[in-house]
């Protein structure tokens, strides 16, 4: 893990809401790519959102706009890219980003403000999904995106787990797989605690309140991990070859899986459900502003939105929503599809890390993962 004063200039480690790092297209270069005003570099997720950003953005987009789209998947390494690339040309001219990495460049210059007239579609999103500072000060739009979950091998548990208190149980020590960044795991901790004290529901409030406490939990029962998974690809693999028994998951790629495994199967518990919270942002320098803003406008149109949905994510425009909960019973059951669900859903505790970033890195590469106890 890395320090908060290093994260932005960091490109090596797994991700935090979608799985692994791609193969990056190559870059035009120089002359090339300024001249060619119609080419489109997008920075996105692998895994699930990087499927579907292929198979349905890239010829929808190049239908309705004549755009060479040039999709550049991977996890942590977009903020890197940037910070390496010229000011005038930067790597990407559109990117997705989550919370950790957003709030930071943004702060820091990385990305601009963009023009919300030419983003008709932001008034299809709901407004609960806009209630953000990121929206406010008109850098970009915010969503939820993958909810943790908890996948498991129908073939190693007794029953069906029903809670995160569930991970405690003594028969699967030592048979968990945990994600290996400490945004989602530590939480996954902090649920299993509160859990187990009977306070279901308020394991943001104790990551707020105590967060040396979960850390002193989460030291106290590392050893129910058997794996710390990188990638989603890697934990779904690890399920399915009975090498772990549960642990937690990103939904999107977890849906994914149990449509190729039978044997996998899934639920978001009610108590302490917590999103990721994403935004596309358009990085300072790029001349390509103006298709950036096409670019997420199309996003949230009605067919991106349903394809998005189709493949296992969420989607804050409600009347997709709806007509995916009424398509999909087990979608219904983890993703919000109605306004009121969306202005009471939990985004992780990221207030509560940036309280103390390094020291939470620390503790957690050095007492959690690397541990030997």
């Given at each position: 893990?890395?320090?908060?004063?290093?994260?932005?200039?960091?490109?090596?480690?797994?991700?935090?809401?979608?799985?692994?790092?791609?193969?990056?297209?190559?870059?035009?270069?120089?002359?090339?790519?300024?001249?060619?005003?119609k080419?489109?570099?997008?920075?996105i997720?692998?895994?699930?959102?990087?499927?579907?950003?292929?198979?349905?953005?890239?010829?929808?987009?190049q239908?309705?706009?004549?755009?060479?789209?040039?999709?550049?998947?991977?996890?942590?390494d977009?903020?890197?890219?940037?910070?390496?690339?010229p000011?005038?040309?930067?790597?990407?001219?559109?990117?997705?980003?989550?919370?950790?990495?957003?709030?930071?460049?943004?702060?820091?210059?990385?990305?601009?403000?963009?023009?919300?007239?030419?983003?008709?579609n932001?008034?299809?999103?709901?407004?609960?999904?806009?209630?953000?500072w990121?929206?406010?000060?008109?850098?970009?739009?915010t969503?939820?995106?993958?909810?943790?979950?908890?996948?498991y091998?129908?073939?190693?548990?007794?029953?069906?787990?029903?809670s995160w208190?569930?991970?405690?149980?003594?028969?699967?020590?030592?048979?968990?797989?945990?994600?290996?960044?400490?945004?989602m795991?530590?939480?996954?901790f902090?649920?299993m605690?509160?859990?187990?004290?009977g306070?279901?529901?308020?394991?943001?409030?104790e990551?707020?309140?105590?967060?040396?406490?979960?850390?002193?939990?989460?030291?106290?029962?590392?050893?129910?991990?058997?794996?710390?998974?990188?990638t989603?690809?890697?934990?779904?693999?690890?399920l399915?070859?009975?090498?772990?028994?549960l642990?937690?998951?990103h939904?999107?790629?977890?849906?994914?899986?149990?449509?190729?495994?039978?044997?996998?199967?899934?639920?978001?518990?009610?108590?302490?459900?917590?999103?990721?919270?994403?935004?596309?942002?358009?990085?300072t320098?790029?001349?390509?502003?103006?298709?950036?803003?096409?670019?997420?406008?199309?996003?949230?149109?009605?067919e991106?939105?349903?394809?998005?949905?189709?493949?296992?994510?969420?989607?804050?425009?409600?009347?997709?929503?709806?007509?995916?909960?009424?398509?999909?019973?087990f979608?219904?059951?983890?993703?919000?599809?109605?306004?009121?669900?969306?202005?009471?859903?939990?985004?992780?505790?990221?207030?509560?890390?940036?309280?103390?970033?390094?020291?939470i890195?620390?503790?957690w590469?050095?007492?959690?993962?690397?541990?030997?106890s």
């Amino acid at each position: 893990m890395i320090s908060r004063r290093h994260f932005l200039g960091w490109a090596g480690a797994a991700g935090a809401a979608g799985l692994g790092l791609g193969t990056a297209a190559c870059k035009p270069g120089g002359a090339a790519r300024q001249a060619d005003a119609k080419t489109l570099r997008v920075f996105i997720y692998s895994g699930a959102w990087e499927k579907t950003f292929r198979e349905a953005f890239v010829p929808g987009f190049q239908r309705l706009t004549g755009a060479t789209v040039i999709p550049d998947p991977g996890w942590w390494d977009s903020i890197p890219k940037l910070k390496a690339s010229p000011p005038d040309d930067p790597a990407f001219d559109l990117v997705l980003t989550d919370a950790t990495q957003g709030y930071p460049a943004i702060r820091e210059g990385l990305f601009q403000k963009v023009d919300f007239d030419r983003i008709p579609n932001k008034s299809r999103v709901s407004p609960a999904a806009l209630d953000n500072w990121v929206v406010k000060d008109g850098y970009g739009i915010t969503f939820p995106e993958s909810v943790m979950t908890l996948g498991y091998n129908k073939e190693l548990v007794t029953r069906q787990p029903t809670s995160w208190g569930d991970l405690l149980a003594d028969e699967y020590r030592g048979k968990l797989g945990l994600y290996n960044s400490f945004y989602m795991s530590l939480y996954t901790f902090a649920c299993m605690k509160v859990a187990s004290e009977g306070k279901p529901g308020t394991a943001a409030a104790e990551m707020s309140n105590n967060m040396a406490g979960v850390m002193d939990f989460a030291k106290a029962h590392r050893d129910h991990v058997k794996y710390w998974w990188p990638t989603s690809t890697d934990m779904a693999l690890n399920l399915s070859q009975k090498n772990c028994a549960l642990g937690n998951m990103h939904s999107p790629d977890m849906l994914t899986a149990m449509r190729q495994k039978e044997s996998l199967g899934a639920l978001v518990p009610d108590a302490d459900r917590a999103f990721v919270l994403l935004m596309w942002v358009i990085p300072t320098g790029t001349k390509r502003r103006a298709l950036a803003e096409q670019a997420i406008d199309y996003l949230f149109s009605d067919e991106m939105q349903a394809a998005f949905a189709r493949n296992g994510s969420a989607t804050s425009v409600v009347p997709v929503a709806q007509q995916m909960a009424q398509q999909d019973p087990f979608w219904a059951s983890i993703y919000p599809s109605t306004e009121e669900q969306l202005r009471t859903l939990q985004y992780y505790p990221y207030d509560a890390y940036f309280k103390d970033w390094d020291g939470i890195v620390a503790a957690w590469d050095k007492e959690i993962l690397r541990s030997k106890s």
